[in-house]
């Protein structure tokens, strides 16, 4: 007799196992235009969060289609499409499950490490020293294994998913590792590229033979009674479907960042902040899922993506946001030290009143901040390949203010002038002296940090939601693992649905990691289910 697990309201004693532990987010939103979540996230009575309710089975009365399939993907982003395109093409029969009417992805490059054009080209690598620098930024929370898989494996699927989209041309980035689509080398059509690369991606699954079911939100899975997951149930515009999964079912469904109920819970620093997301619809459904068949979820606080860039804000971006120029806040205080990681900064900008910096510096930014010059292990310098028109974009567009004098910029800024005045008058002063008595920057970035010589520019930053980089527990099979570090059977997770992989910190020094961990643990989830984790994937789709 199999059981199922759904989100109907169904009050178990799950409550005090799931408490304190950690969650994330799904790829699309329900036919309706509502997420799945809002249909009800009261919790209930004796329970601090709405999915410590276990939810009551959907009956197999209520069913109105039943389909069998080798593998079921939840989820149609990142992950799911490069899930789905391998698993298809490894000989399965594959349904996936997907909440919006189309693929859905945020991000434009990827991360793989001995790829095959990066070797080419004569780079090489050490992967047990990256490791060791990732591991210092997880604080120890990481799984080595997990993050492992990752380190050795991407390369082979970013050079599988590279033969399988020949339209679409990779650009190589300077990090070494990271590749990025775009055209006639315009980075403005990067995101709409990456996009069109998913899609693609999708057309060859769908080529392949796998069958898409669009507006069809995952709602609940199916286990026997031993507890491991035969399949999974989903909402369509008729009705409920049913997906027997015989091989697995993937749970490829993002992140938990447009919850509100699960940031205030995992990740509440980022409560209030302006979402990144063009489809607000990464509410932890696979997590809670997941969680409801007694999944393990990495416990909180949860990794973050809050950025700068990119920005929500109407007049766009500028370049330099990672760069230690002075920062103040709208009282015109200094307020922490500028040579922190790229994190840190967004960190400290989001305790500020409004969630509000700027950075300021004089006429000789080009100086300041030549191409090459600022280095940081984990940081964006935000570097810009043409920084004269640029530089004039930005200004054009108010993302750069420019004044005459330091109280003109206040002014124009609505920061306060005469503690402005006063701030930049001794940052001035230890810049002379290079030697930051107040916060610490290194001596090598205050000698040309000054801010002298007129025109005096300001640079607006607040932070964005990209993600939250939570989800549940897996071992290096991907495998979903149980509170006693067990597998479940059957449930697979990859991209933002899968855990044990981020800790404290999200290392920007692996520059597209969110995506190829992303690419790489969907392709490697579909081999896993399928019993081919160990075979090489590159005479896949040949």
Same mark, same amino acid.
């Given at each position: 007799m199999e059981q199922s697990i759904s989100r109907r309201n169904f009050l178990t004693g799950a409550a005090a196992a799931v408490a304190g532990a950690a969650v994330t987010s799904v790829v699309g939103c329900a036919p309706n235009g509502k997420t799945s979540v809002e249909a009800d996230t009261s919790p209930a009575e004796g329970v601090r969060w709405s999915w410590e309710t276990k939810p009551a089975p959907i009956s197999d009365a209520d069913i109105v289609e039943t389909v069998d399939a080798d593998i079921c993907v939840v989820g149609f982003g990142s992950s799911g499409t490069t899930c789905a395109m391998a698993a298809a093409q490894s000989g399965a029969k594959v349904v996936v499950l997907q909440k919006l009417d189309q693929v859905i992805t945020n991000g434009w490059c990827v991360a793989a490490y001995n790829s095959q054009m990066f070797l080419d080209a004569g780079q090489t690598y050490d992967l047990a020293q990256i490791y060791n620098d990732f591991a210092n930024l997880s604080n120890g929370r990481d799984n080595p294994k997990v993050v492992q898989t990752f380190l050795r494996r991407s390369g082979e699927v970013i050079d599988y998913i590279i033969r399988q989209t020949p339209e679409f041309t990779p650009v190589m980035q300077e990090s070494g590792h990271t590749y990025g689509w775009y055209v006639n080398n315009d980075m403005a059509t990067r995101y709409e590229q990456f996009k069109k690369l998913l899609n693609a991606v999708a057309d060859k699954a769908v080529a392949a033979g796998a069958d898409i079911r669009y507006n069809t939100p995952a709602v609940q899975l199916v286990q026997d009674e031993t507890g491991r997951v035969t399949g999974v149930i989903g909402e369509g515009k008729e009705g409920?479907?049913?997906?027997?999964?015989?091989?697995? %079912?993937?749970?490829?469904?993002?992140?938990?960042?447009?919850?509100?109920?699960?940031?205030?819970?995992?990740? $509440?620093?980022?409560?209030?902040?302006?979402?990144?997301? &063009?489809?607000?619809?990464?509410? @932890?459904?696979?997590?809670?899922?997941?969680?409801?068949?007694?999944?393990?979820?990495?416990?909180?606080?949860?990794?973050?993506?809050?950025?700068?860039?990119?920005?929500?804000?109407? #007049?766009?971006?500028?370049?330099? *946001? &990672?760069?230690?120029?002075?920062?103040?806040?709208?009282?015109?205080?200094?307020?922490?030290?500028?040579?922190?990681?790229?994190?840190?900064?967004?960190?400290?900008?989001?305790?500020?009143?409004?969630?509000?910096?700027?950075?300021?510096?004089?006429?000789?930014?080009?100086?300041?901040?030549?191409?090459?010059?600022?280095?940081?292990?984990?940081?964006?310098?935000?570097?810009?390949?043409?920084? %004269?028109?640029?530089?004039? *974009?930005?200004?054009?567009?108010? +993302?750069?203010? #420019?004044?005459?004098?330091?109280?003109?910029?206040?002014?124009?800024?609505?920061?306060?002038?005469?503690?402005?005045?006063?701030?930049?008058?001794?940052?001035?002063?230890?810049?002379?002296?290079?030697?930051?008595?107040?916060?610490?920057?290194?001596?090598?970035?205050?000698?040309?940090?000054?801010?002298?010589?007129?025109?005096?520019?300001?640079?607006?930053?607040?932070?964005?939601?990209?993600?939250?980089?939570?989800?549940?527990?897996?071992? #290096?099979?991907?495998? %979903?693992?149980?509170?006693?570090?067990? $597998?479940?059977?059957?449930?697979?997770?990859?991209?933002?649905?899968? @855990? *044990?992989?981020?800790?404290?910190?999200?290392?920007?020094?692996?520059?597209? &990691?969110?995506?190829?961990?992303?690419?790489?643990?969907?392709?490697? *989830?579909?081999?896993? +289910?399928?019993?081919?984790?160990?075979? $090489?994937?590159?005479?896949l789709g040949a």
């Open positions: 409920y479907v049913k997906v027997n999964a015989s091989k697995g %079912v993937i749970l490829c469904t993002g992140d938990t960042s447009d919850d509100k109920e699960m940031l205030e819970a995992y990740c $509440p620093l980022m409560l209030g902040v302006q979402s990144m997301h &063009g489809a607000p619809c990464n509410t @932890g459904d696979g997590q809670k899922m997941g969680m409801w068949a007694g999944a393990s979820i990495d416990p909180a606080p949860h990794t973050m993506m809050m950025h700068f860039d990119p920005t929500w804000m109407p #007049e766009g971006n500028a370049p330099y *946001s &990672g760069i230690p120029w002075l920062r103040v806040n709208l009282n015109g205080e200094r307020f922490g030290n500028e040579n922190l990681g790229y994190q840190s900064h967004v960190t400290q900008v989001r305790y500020q009143p409004e969630m509000t910096a700027f950075q300021i510096i004089d006429k000789n930014w080009d100086k300041h901040a030549p191409q090459g010059d600022y280095k940081h292990p984990n940081s964006h310098s935000r570097g810009t390949a043409d920084p %004269v028109n640029d530089w004039k *974009s930005a200004l054009d567009r108010g +993302a750069i203010v #420019e004044a005459g004098s330091i109280e003109e910029l206040a002014e124009k800024c609505g920061i306060d002038k005469e503690n402005l005045v006063a701030t930049v008058a001794r940052y001035n002063k230890m810049v002379d002296a290079g030697y930051d008595e107040d916060f610490g920057v290194d001596g090598t970035f205050m000698t040309y940090n000054g801010i002298k010589e007129a025109p005096f520019y300001a640079i607006k930053r607040m932070p964005g939601v990209l993600s939250t980089c939570g989800g549940l527990a897996v071992n #290096e099979k991907l495998e %979903v693992l149980d509170e006693s570090n067990e $597998p479940l059977g059957g449930l697979y997770a990859a991209g933002n649905a899968s @855990g *044990s992989y981020y800790g404290d910190d999200y290392p920007l020094f692996i520059t597209g &990691g969110s995506h190829g961990r992303a690419w790489t643990f969907g392709v490697l *989830s579909a081999r896993s +289910a399928l019993g081919k984790l160990d075979e $090489p994937v590159d005479t």
